[in-house]
């Protein structure tokens, strides 16, 4: 069964591009069906656009509601687009929201967010800055299940990034963003093929 893929973003959209990308040049066995964004101003709704997938915008400012109850907006778009927990892979690539329980219950080991550090170290906001601050020699990005903590899903891949003298927040950011494009092609690729096996904590890849 080919999976359906949907896309939750919030700004540029340079991970969800390069998904878009691999799915269409790689022939990665996925179908990505939708982007939603939260921020009607993404701009990637327009790359988004550009690769003829079709695009939502669940509007998070301004909404008075539980995170739950935005969650349901969310939930709702998807089974427009007939995306259940069973036939589906929801990746997070930059949604400045936190997900609600029962959301991430529901779509328990469907959903995939990446993080600009080498987790467990430095989750949360600005992971580059806490990085070159900490005076550690190397960070990178990590993708990752999404569980109800922040940033402590299941691992499915890292790459590192050596951090130098002179690194700036921007400039190592810069070079942890080319990894990311890398490792989220990657995670993407692992599950439309169905090479990972999740059991509790453990992620086992089959060859
Ligand atoms: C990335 O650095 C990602 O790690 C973080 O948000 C940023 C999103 O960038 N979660 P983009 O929108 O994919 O370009």
């Not at 969650?71 to 778009?77: F, L, N, T, Y």
């Not at 927040?169 to 599950?191: C, G, M, N």
Request: with cysteine; proline share 4%; charged share 25%.
């Amino acid at each position: 069964m080919l999976l359906k893929l949907a896309i939750l973003i919030s700004g540029r959209g340079s991970n969800m591009r390069a998904i878009l990308n691999a799915v269409k040049k790689q022939g990665i066995p996925i179908n990505p069906v939708v982007v939603i964004s939260n921020k009607p101003t993404a701009g990637g709704l327009r790359i988004a656009k550009k690769y003829g997938v079709k695009t939502e915008i669940v509007e998070s400012k301004g909404f008075q509601g539980t995170r739950w109850e935005y969650d349901q907006k969310i939930i709702h778009v998807l089974s427009k687009y007939d995306i259940t927990p069973k036939n589906s892979l929801i990746c997070l690539a930059g949604f400045m929201r936190i997900l609600s329980p029962e959301f991430i219950k529901k779509f328990k080991n469907r959903i995939l967010n990446i993080h600009p550090s080498i987790l467990p170290a430095f989750p949360g906001l600005d992971a580059q800055r806490q990085a070159i601050e900490s005076g550690v020699s190397h960070s990178g990005c990590t993708v990752h299940f999404v569980d109800e903590g922040v940033d402590t899903g299941q691992i499915i891949v890292q790459e590192t990034v050596k951090i130098k003298n002179d690194d700036t927040e921007e400039t190592l950011s810069k070079r942890i963003l080319a990894k990311e494009h890398k490792a989220y092609v990657k995670a993407v690729k692992l599950i439309a093929e169905k090479k990972i096996n999740v059991t509790g904590r453990k992620v086992k890849f089959l060859a």
